[in-house]
Every structure is written in structure tokens, then in C-alpha cells.
């Protein structure tokens, strides 16, 4: 088992279904919350990206992401229909 690879909260790495590896890098001197994204809503908590981090996620393939940071925590930044492989910079 790799130790470098994070699963989003909630879901256990060894839960039976399918699983895309994307990467995250941020940049920005905020902290960046992702949540899930369901029937275009803002669901539950998926993980946490520190100011200027590298993460590495397995996350459950067909995943819709938002991105919110704690500088305005009631605006979000972006969504993200997550793919596999790919690697998302903010900003």
C-alpha cells in the first residue's frame, strides 16, 4: 500500500468500487476545502489541501468536485468533474 496516496473522507481504500488517481498542487497562501458534488449541490467534506501542498487522491470514478478556500469559504471556486491521471494547480 502506498502511504502517499490520500481517499477522500468517508471512503475507505478498501471499499469495493472503482477508483481514477488525480493529483493536487496548491499554490495559493490559502487552504482548499474539496467537497463532493451531488445533483449540483455541494455534499460532504472530501479533503483538505494546505497552503502550497502536493496531494496525491484516489477518488471514486464519475467524481464532481467543488473547490472552496478559507479566504471566502461562502464563494466557491471552482467544479471539477475529476479525470483520471490528471493533475489540477490551483490557482
Request: proline share 5%; aromatic share 16%; glycine share 4%.
Amino acid at each position: 500500500m502506498d502511504l502517499s496516496i490520500n481517499y477522500p473522507y468517508g471512503i475507505p481504500f478498501f471499499t469495493d468500487k472503482n477508483f481514477i488517481s488525480v493529483n493536487f498542487i496548491n499554490n495559493e497562501d490559502c487552504i482548499l476545502s474539496l467537497y463532493f458534488v451531488k445533483d449540483k449541490k455541494i455534499q460532504s467534506l472530501a479533503g483538505i489541501i494546505l497552503k502550497h501542498e502536493k496531494k496525491k487522491y484516489h477518488f471514486p470514478e464519475n467524481s464532481i468536485c467543488a473547490i472552496i478556500t478559507d479566504k471566502n469559504p461562502k464563494i466557491v471556486q471552482c467544479y471539477i468533474k475529476l479525470q483520471d491521471g490528471w493533475t489540477y494547480t490551483y490557482p
